[in-house]
C-alpha cells in the first residue's frame, strides 16, 4: 500500500554548493551519452551556479545531481569549467561579450557546440561522444586570439579535486586546439580525465547506434525541437535499457514512460535500443500474473496502474511494425498474454458497466489524496488500445483464438466508456477524468487526515478541490480513439483550456485542475503536448503552436530538455524537479505521428502529412525497418486540395494522403505532395 512516505524525499537543495540545485535561473542542460557513460553540460548564467558545468554520471545508477561523478561537496562543479588567464585577464562565464548554443551533428554524432567570445579571444567548446562502445566523453576546445599580438594563455580545467593545466601561445588570428577526455572508471563510480592527442584517433561514427535521420520542417524552433528530442531521448537511457522517470528527481522507474520512449525511439530509427528497452520491461517489468511495476513497486488491487499494461501492449505493436521484427513476441509471449489478461481479472471488472475499477488515478494520486474507487477514463482508453494491439501481434503469430478475444474485449471496453448509458466516462464537458461505482462523476478529493501534505500545497488548503478539467482527458483525441471531428473532441478540448495559466503566468497547461493539485502548481511540459497533440488532429492550429512557443519560452539556450513543471518546489519534503525523458517522446510522437502523419498498421503504412501553419516544406527521411521512408512536402497558397505521387504501391490515397502496401523490408517508400 502505497503511504504518504513514499512521495517525500530527504534532499535538501540549501545544503552544498549552489550546483546542487537542479533549477537555477535561466539555466540549461544538454544531454549526452552512449549508453555507457552519460554527461549533462549545464549553462548557466544567472550566476547561481557554474557557468559552464559538467556533470557526468553511470547511466546504470541512477541518483541526484549532487551524485553526478564530477560533482564537489564543496566546489560543485567549478572544477570542470574551462578556466583562462591571459594579458591581464581572467575569462568566465560572466564577463563573456557572446555566447551561442547549438546541437548539430559531428561524424554522425550528436554533439554541443558552444561558441564563447571575449575582447581579444573566442573560444568554441564541442562535447561528443567518440563511439558508441566506450564509457568515453570528448571536449574538443577551439581558442582564437583575436588580438593584434601575440598572446599567451594559461588554461585550466579538472574535476572535483584533480586538474589538467596547459600554457598556449598564441599568434594573432590564429587558433590553437586542445582535446579532453572523460572516462568512466571500471568500477562506474569515478571518473578519469587527461588531454587526449587527436580527436581523429577517437571518433568514429554512430556513438548511440547513430540512425540516417534527417528532416526539416522549414521553421527554426521546430528543427530544433526536433533535434533536441531525437540526440537527448536515446542519450540518457543505459545500454541495458534502465532510465529515471524524471533525472535526478525520482531515481526510480515506471512501465509506462518508458513505453512512451519505447514509441518515441522507434520512429526516429532506435530499433535495438527500443528492443532492449521492451525485452527488459517484459522480462523484469511484468510479473508472470501480468503486474507492472510503477515507480520501481508492486502495488496492490487498489493501487495498480492498470493503464501501464495497456501502454506497454501499444509500444510493443509500434516497435514490430515500425521494425518488422516479431522476436520478443515468441521471447515473451506468456508475458504478452498475461500482460494482456492482466486488466480483465473480475476484481478489476467493475460489473454494472463492465468497466475497470480501483483508487488511483492517472497522475498517481489515489486513497490518501482522496481518490474513491471507481473508472478511471485513462485506464480504459490505454486497455482497450492495448487489447486491439494484443490482438493483432496474435494475428502475426497465428494466434487467433487469442487475437479474437482480445479484440473483443478492446470493443467491449471501448464501447462501454463511450456508450454505457449511466457509466459512459463522457458528458456534456466533452470526456469526464472518472466515476464513482454508483455512475455519478467523481467531481471533489478531500485528502485523508493522513495524507501529510505539506502547508501551503492547493490540496491541503480549503474549499472544494476540483477534478476536472484534466489534460489527460484530451488522450482520446490525441490516439485517435474517437474522430477528431466529434462533438466530444470538440467539447474536450474547449474544457481543457482552463488549464492554461491558472496560478501563474507565462503559459503552460497544467496536469488538472490546481485546487486538486497535492505538489506544487505549475504547467507541465508533457502534459501540454498531450493538449497540442489533440489540437493538431482537430486542426487547432493556435493551440499548438502557443504550446510551442511556450515550451521555447522556456528554453534559455536552446537545449530543449524541459523540466517536469515550472513552478517553485517545496523541496524537501518533495524532491528537486528534473529533466523528463518522456517530454522527448512527446514531441517526437509529435513530429512523426501528426506533422509527418506516418502510422505503420499491420496491411499497410499510413502516411497523412499535416504542414503546421508557417511550414513552407516537410522534408524528412525516416527509418522504416531496413529501408526508408523519404517526405517531399510543398506548401502552396491557392490550390485548393492537397494532392500527392509516390513511386510505392498503393492501397488508397486522397487529399489526406495515402496508405502503400508494404513489400521488402528494405524497400523506399516516397511521398511527394503539394497543401494548400
Not at 529515471?244 to 530509427?269: F, K
Request: hydrophobic share 40%.
Amino acid at each position: 500500500m502505497i503511504e504518504a512516505e513514499e512521495h517525500y524525499y530527504d534532499d535538501d537543495p540549501a545544503n552544498g554548493h549552489p550546483d546542487v540545485r537542479t533549477r537555477l535561473k535561466d539555466a540549461a542542460y544538454f544531454f549526452l551519452g552512449n549508453g555507457t557513460i552519460m554527461a549533462a553540460v549545464q549553462v548557466s548564467l544567472s550566476g547561481e551556479g557554474t557557468p559552464l558545468g559538467l556533470l557526468v554520471m553511470n547511466p546504470e545508477r541512477l541518483g541526484k545531481k549532487r551524485e553526478a561523478l564530477t560533482f564537489d561537496p564543496v566546489t560543485g562543479l567549478e572544477s570542470t569549467q574551462i578556466h583562462i588567464f591571459g594579458n591581464g585577464t581572467f575569462y568566465d562565464g560572466y564577463n563573456f561579450r557572446s555566447l551561442e548554443t547549438l546541437w548539430e551533428e559531428r561524424n554522425g554524432n550528436p554533439a554541443v557546440k558552444m561558441i564563447w567570445s571575449w575582447e581579444g579571444l573566442e573560444k568554441t567548446e564541442r562535447f561528443f561522444c567518440p563511439d558508441k562502445s566506450e564509457p568515453l566523453l570528448f571536449r574538443e576546445v577551439h581558442l582564437k586570439n583575436t588580438f593584434e599580438k601575440t598572446a599567451r594563455f594559461s588554461v585550466k580545467t579538472g574535476i572535483r579535486n584533480f586538474f589538467l593545466e596547459r600554457e598556449l601561445t598564441v599568434k594573432p588570428e590564429e587558433t590553437v586546439s586542445l582535446l579532453i577526455r572523460y572516462g568512466l572508471k571500471e568500477n562506474g563510480r569515478s571518473v578519469d580525465v587527461d588531454f587526449f592527442p587527436s580527436a581523429k584517433e577517437k571518433t568514429r561514427t554512430g556513438a548511440i547506434e547513430y540512425p540516417a535521420i534527417a528532416a526539416s520542417f522549414s521553421i527554426p524552433i521546430l528543427d530544433r525541437m526536433f533535434d533536441a528530442a531525437r540526440f537527448q531521448l536515446p542519450a540518457v537511457i543505459s545500454r541495458s535499457g534502465k532510465v529515471d522517470g524524471s533525472i535526478w528527481q525520482y531515481n526510480r522507474e515506471w512501465v509506462r514512460d518508458q513505453a512512451m520512449m519505447v514509441i518515441g525511439l522507434v520512429g526516429t530509427g532506435y530499433q535495438k535500443k527500443a528492443r532492449i528497452m521492451l525485452d527488459r520491461l517484459l522480462g523484469d517489468f511484468v510479473t508472470e500474473k501480468g503486474d507492472t511495476v510503477d515507480s520501481g513497486c508492486l502495488r496492490d488491487r487498489d493501487e495498480v496502474e492498470l493503464d501501464q499494461n495497456g501502454e506497454l501492449l501499444i509500444a510493443l505493436r509500434e516497435y514490430i511494425l515500425w521494425s518488422g521484427d516479431r522476436t520478443l513476441l515468441e521471447r515473451h509471449w506468456e508475458k504478452i498474454k498475461a500482460a494482456a489478461e492482466f486488466p480483465l481479472q473480475p476484481v478489476f471488472r467493475h460489473k454494472a458497466s463492465g468497466l475497470l475499477a480501483n483508487r488511483r488515478e492517472y497522475w498517481e494520486r489515489h486513497r490518501i489524496h482522496g481518490i474513491e474507487e471507481g473508472m478511471e477514463m485513462v485506464c480504459q482508453l490505454f486497455v482497450s488500445l492495448g487489447l486491439a494491439a494484443a490482438g493483432e501481434m496474435a494475428r502475426l503469430v497465428n494466434r487467433k483464438e487469442e487475437a479474437l478475444h482480445w479484440e473483443r474485449e478492446a470493443v467491449r471496453l471501448k464501447k462501454n466508456m463511450l456508450e454505457h448509458p449511466r457509466f459512459a466516462l463522457m458528458d456534456a464537458r466533452g470526456f469526464i477524468k472518472r466515476k464513482n461505482i454508483d455512475g455519478t462523476v467523481q467531481e471533489y478529493i478531500q485528502p485523508q487526515t493522513d495524507a501529510g501534505l505539506p502547508e501551503g500545497v492547493p490540496l491541503a488548503g480549503k474549499g472544494k478541490h476540483f477534478l476536472n478539467p484534466d489534460a489527460s482527458s484530451v488522450l482520446p483525441i490525441a490516439w485517435n480513439f474517437v474522430p477528431a471531428d466529434s462533438l466530444a473532441a470538440a467539447f474536450t478540448l474547449a474544457q481543457v483550456e482552463g488549464l492554461w495559466n491558472q496560478a501563474w503566468k507565462g503559459g503552460g497547461y497544467g496536469r488538472y485542475h490546481v485546487s486538486s493539485e497535492p505538489d506544487s502548481p505549475g504547467p507541465w511540459p508533457f502534459a501540454s503536448l498531450f493538449i497540442a497533440r489533440a489540437a493538431i488532429e482537430t486542426e487547432r492550429f493556435g493551440t499548438v503552436w502557443r504550446i510551442l512557443n511556450w515550451l521555447d519560452s522556456l528554453d534559455s539556450f536552446g537545449s530543449g530538455a524541459f523540466f517536469e513543471f515550472y513552478g517553485e518546489r517545496k523541496s524537501p519534503p518533495f524532491p528537486q524537479v528534473g529533466i523528463v525523458p518522456w517530454t522527448w517522446a512527446e514531441l517526437l510522437l509529435l513530429f512523426i505521428r501528426h506533422v509527418m502523419g506516418i502510422r505503420p498498421e499491420p496491411d499497410c503504412l499510413q502516411i497523412r502529412p499535416r504542414l503546421l501553419p508557417g511550414m513552407s516544406r516537410l522534408e524528412a527521411e525516416i527509418p522504416f525497418r531496413q529501408g526508408k521512408i523519404r517526405l517531399d512536402i510543398k506548401r502552396e497558397p491557392g490550390i485548393k486540395s492537397a494532392s500527392f505521387k509516390t513511386g510505392g504501391r498503393v492501397i488508397t490515397m486522397d487529399e489526406q494522403g495515402v496508405r502503400l502496401e508494404v513489400r521488402k523490408e528494405n524497400e523506399i517508400y516516397s511521398l511527394e505532395g503539394v497543401v494548400p
